[in-house]
């Protein structure tokens, strides 16, 4: 009787699970975005969100849920069910967080599953006003004749880490000075106040392209595509530094991998609308072309370079 | 002659049938969100936000921006009959424009409002039309030591505000900075005082605070207690709306002060209406022959701050527009409005999108005239709310005050942020403490500490290099002089006061 | 009249109270720094120290001269923080019709001036009312209803 019992608990479980496969969506998905309306990543999964609702049928949601560096809606979206109705876009503040913010309710490396890279770029060296170089090579020598100062977006931010790396791996005699943004370091940048700043292509070009901020290097081992004008990190005898600024999409941790399959092709078909190809070239950012597994190995390499390069520089203590 | 073609494109595409239709769209909902307690500019637009993918960028950021002028309109009202600021910025409105409606004066008050909203707007448009790459590039001269040295002389000039004892005061500023460091510390990422909350480490919000504080802290302290007859339906009549001779001659100096106030204070990022309007409002009252007339209904104390947070929300779109730089939360909204359609705000808008730019611009005025005729019927509209009893109307303000406070980022938890306010209001009033001079703690201490820390990184710890730059040095000295010259003075009118016996003065918000 | 000015010494000794309180917890549990090389427990610290030093300047005068009762009203602050509680706890799993109709006829209670048949023609126009602005009109995310179970 008890076997019985459990074989049917069993069998109509596993008819769950595949009735749950076949017919993804089920409802309205829902998408947590962990910044505020407005922001850079509400306005990638905003025209995102409408591709989709042509490729899936249903209503696709939007939720914007700010807080805590990204944390709160990150936090959110791992309590829900892994069934793919509820889905997070986030930056690379999800493997940047866990490494200063003691108090997360979730283990980023179980309660997260990482579904597709969408968009990457590499990261960017800006210099402001009182920088006299135009390169990298220029600036590192600059910078061992005059310590300068590396504003960051805030503690803990890519910006942050990013300026670090730089300062570790080009054992630069730099001060690092926080800012609340990106937006007000490179208006101190272009005020002298401060003199670089790292970020992504798509929150630093406008001000390159203003002429207002220069754009140093790109921190990668060759140069950029879409930046064939500056020099790479590489050329200028730097390395360790190559780690990608990105876009992407995550699901609750324990999602069925061929339902991770499904949802990765459909986000890559949304991605090569043309309304994201045109958001793309605006930000000077390539689409991503990871499978899943890729990406979780990125996923979990870049937080683990976070977290140890946090231990060793003593951020967040 | 430049500038007259600039404004004949702006005014061109100003008043196409669709972008008239959007404007007026955007101030009337902006003046309905303003009116209501509790929901900000902020929760609005946020809302809206997602419309503007379907707009044309122009006609999208018209409205959005009239919602955003629109909500200080309305703002004032509520501070005015209830008590209560629709909008952060209108808190200090509440000190006289309340004490005003006791004394009948409510139409009085709202009409001045009007005007002064007008008129600061208009101050505002016309800086913003003229000297915004200007401005935008001044703004750029501002580091950490500047912002620190404008924060202090903020902190200086306002924290006589109420009329409350020097000690009970300052005690409630430096309570209000207090509170402000709950959060994460700018400077190293560590949460303070979260006690691992998740929710606590973006601090309190701005508006829960203020919604708190000022409306469920009036609410607490109204319900129950025994209520001096409401206004009698006269005061909505037009005659008694009017401002007199001496009213009109008592508000234009103040005005004019405000609207400067408010320009200024609006062009810088990080700053905004809710400071320019203390700091209007604290000048008015330094400079007054009688400053004891402040807290007690005076017009001088409404009409200062309406003009400056009206100035202040037009030259906000300055570093906006102009560097790309939103100053705050609502205007990162309007840089997204357009970003969406990538339209990449810097200093080449205005050469690249003239008719974007100048088409916003006359927007403003047109805007601000549809406010203008849009408010006055109003007005006894508004006064006649005083009518409803009061048993029916509170449960309806505590409603709005919820919802606005869970709005803004969808967390219930806020709404248990303005209750613990709401409590704190209400033992505040009972021990006689005033709730302005906290709010002013809160906005400004964050600001003090975190640009003082940057300054000190930027000048190697050298604390006499912050003397040493121009600007940054002269306002400090100038909040040194200011200092000594208020602690004197509460010295003299305390040996005065105490010779003319025991006078408990009453205090006001 | 009371033979001291109560009002004005508690007010003081709260005052001090919560900024001592704010300032060991903080000096235990953040770093200090220098004035010039400030940590994150500098300014917490301070303030807590300056804020405990003005209560005391707000209550000591209070002890040498009379004050008056201050009239505290119990009912009003007990039953409107419950209707804000309920609005807190039932805003996500019922939605907002519920919600705001529980809130108002609680909120109504604080004073004995309203009937229980007007309360629910009041929340009742609440609901309707804020469901009108709030999510026909402005297209909030929030449910309408909500079933939690």
New interface residues.
Partial sequence: MKTLLLATIAATLSATVAFAQDKFPSGPVTIIVPYGTGGSTDLTARPLAIELEKIWGQPVVIVNKPGAGSMIGTTEMTQAEPDGQTLLINTAAITTAPAIQKDLQFDPETDVTPISLLITSPYVLVGGAKVESDDFSGFLEEAKGRSMFMGTAGPGSSSHFMSELVIEAADLPADVVHFSGGGEAQTNLMGGHADTYISTTASVMPYVNDGRVKALAVLAPERFELLPDVQSSGEAGVSGVDINGWVALFGPGGMDPALVEQISADFAEAMASDTMKEQLKQNYAVAGDLSPEEFKEIYLRDMKTWKDLAAKRGIGQ | MELLSNLALGLQTAITPSNLLYCFAGVFLGTFVGVIPGVGPLA?I?????IT?YLDPTAALIMLAGIYYGTTYGGSTASILLNIPGATSAAVTCLDGYPMAQQGRAGVALFMTTIASFVGGSFGIIVLSLFSPLIAEY??????AEYFALMVLGLVAASTIANA?P??G??MV??G??IA?VG???????????F????L??GFGISAMAMGLFG?GE???S???TRNAKIDSDSAKLRNMLPTREDWGRSWMPGVRGSSIGAFFGAL??TGPSIAAFMAYAVEKRISKTPERFGQGALEGVVAPETANNAADQTAFI?TLT????GS?TM??M???L??H?I?P???LIVQQPSLFWGLVMSFWIGNLLLLILNLPLIGIWVRLLLI?Y??L???I???L??GA??V?????D??V??GF??LG??MR????PAAPLLLGFVL?PLV??Q???A???A????TSLLERPIAGSVLVLSAIMLIWTIAGSIIRHRRQFSDA?NPTEVGG | MLDRDFRDIIAGLGLTAAGSAAAIYAAAHYSVGTVTRMGPGMMPVSLGVILAAFGLAIAAPAFFRRGETVPLNLRPLIVLTIAILTFALMIEPVGLIAAVFSTTVIATLAESRVSLGKALILGAAMSLLTWTIFIAGLGLPIRSFGWPF
């Fill in positions: 609005a946020s809302m809206l936000f997602p993918f703004a750029l001269t501002f580091g950490p004892s000690s009970k300052l005690s430096v309570f900075m207090l460091t994460t510390d700018s400077q190293s990422g560590i949460g303070r005082f979260t691992g909350s998740m929710s480490l973006e469920v609410i607490l302290s319900v129950g207690a990022p990080g570093p560097l790309g730089i939103p939360a990162a909204l840089l997204g409005a970003m969406i990538g990449q810097g200093p080449t009893p048993h029916y509170y449960p309806a505590l409603i709005f919820c919802i869970y709005s980022r969808a967390n219930p938890a709404v248990l303005i209750l709401g409590v209400y033992a009972l021990a006689n403490l201490g500490e975190m003082f820390r940057r000190m990184v930027l190697r710890g050298d604390l025991v």
